[in-house]
């Protein structure tokens, strides 16, 4: 939507808007092969995913999707927060700045 540097301003004070909803989805995953657009290593991770979605629902949707397409398997329950954004939100849901935190059993 906005490539302007006040971007979150405008947001906060309405002259910039968005039919959106900045959330932060925490996700156990396995990860059974290298996933080389993330940078992803094999082995159980939480990821940590920042979205910009419509609703929980579709937060939910957009990191099922993200697996299929990459090859990580949700292992547990998606925990969604809502987070203050690092990117401005664009002319469709996104989600962006994928990472992994790995854990050993």
Do not use: C
Not at 6 to 20: I, N, Q
Not at 62 to 90: H, M, W
């Amino acid at each position: 939507m906005s490539n302007d540097k006040d971007w979150k301003l405008k947001l906060r004070y309405g002259k910039l808007t968005t039919p959106y909803q900045h959330y932060t989805a925490l996700v156990p995953v396995k990860i059974d092969n290298y996933i080389e657009d993330l940078d992803a290593q094999p082995g159980l991770a939480w990821a940590g995913i920042k979205i910009w979605a419509t609703d929980t629902d579709e937060v939910s949707d957009i990191v099922t999707s993200i697996g299929k397409q990459t090859g990580f398997i949700i292992t547990g329950n998606i925990e969604i927060y809502i987070t203050e954004a690092i990117q401005p939100p664009e002319a469709n849901p996104y989600a962006y700045n994928i990472n992994f935190n790995y854990f050993k059993e």
